[in-house]
């Protein structure tokens, strides 16, 4: 069957630390791949895409890598804060313009 | 620039009522889509409509649909309402598709 698979539990760490969030997918041939972050009571926001012939993307504090062998894409936060703190969404693009979301993985950074 | 508007911003309902949603995307995104959020889960894609035509749809009953505008603003219309169609309904508009999508606020419905 078709999975996304996101760290289900909460992601807790130290301010200044970095921030890895992970995102699994089975049985799905994805052209790109795309991170969102979602505020409680708000809509998700946009922060990367990446596509399937690239391996790595980077923007300020934020880089992701997509492994189309291993059917992974790794988020990376450095030098976190505590605005960072939210539930951080991974979401396949098919090949259909749909956008396929994982459950999201809630991330916690303490002062 | 205005980002997606999304109206209202809060809606209860009754079991067997109907149900208007209403977006409006960014200036110059001839895109939409349409998601369900229900708590704890990411959304779940219900349709997409490029240039007034719809370009996808996801596993949701013929009780919802949608159009869009030749001025690319969207409707998504629920009919029948049912209990498990309480969720944050959300809006997302991009240039085209394969492009990054960019959501509103959604809709909070609730059905009582």
């Known amino acids: 069957s078709q999975k996304i698979e996101q760290n289900s539990e909460a992601l807790n760490i130290q301010e200044g630390k970095t921030a890895t969030l992970t995102c699994n997918y089975t049985?799905?041939?994805?052209?790109?791949l795309q991170w969102y972050r979602q505020d409680p009571g708000r809509g998700p926001v946009f922060l990367l895409l990446i596509r399937e012939n690239e391996k790595e993307k980077r923007k300020e504090r934020l880089k992701v890598t997509f492994d189309t062998t291993l059917k992974q894409s790794l988020f990376h936060i450095t030098a976190s804060q505590p605005a960072d703190s939210a539930t951080y969404l991974c979401a396949l693009g098919l090949y259909t313009d749909k956008l396929i979301f994982g459950t999201g993985t809630r991330l916690q950074v303490f002062p | 620039d205005a980002g997606v508007t999304q109206s209202p911003t809060h809606l209860i309902k009754t079991r067997g009522q109907q149900v208007t949603l209403r977006c409006s995307p960014i200036?110059?995104?001839?895109?939409v889509s349409w998601y369900q959020q229900v708590l704890g889960q990411g959304p779940q894609f219900i349709f997409q409509y490029y240039e007034k035509e719809e370009r996808g749809r996801g596993n949701f009953p013929d009780r919802f649909s949608a159009r869009q505008f030749p001025n690319y603003s969207s409707e998504l219309n629920v009919n029948a309402l049912l209990l498990g169609d309480s969720a944050l309904y959300l809006c997302?508009?991009?240039?085209?598709?394969?492009?990054?999508?960019?959501f509103g606020d959604g809709t909070r419905l609730s059905i009582l």
């Open positions: 049985n799905y041939s994805p052209a790109y």
């Open positions: 200036s110059g995104h001839k895109s």
């Open positions: 997302a508009s991009s240039l085209k598709g394969n492009q990054p999508q960019h």
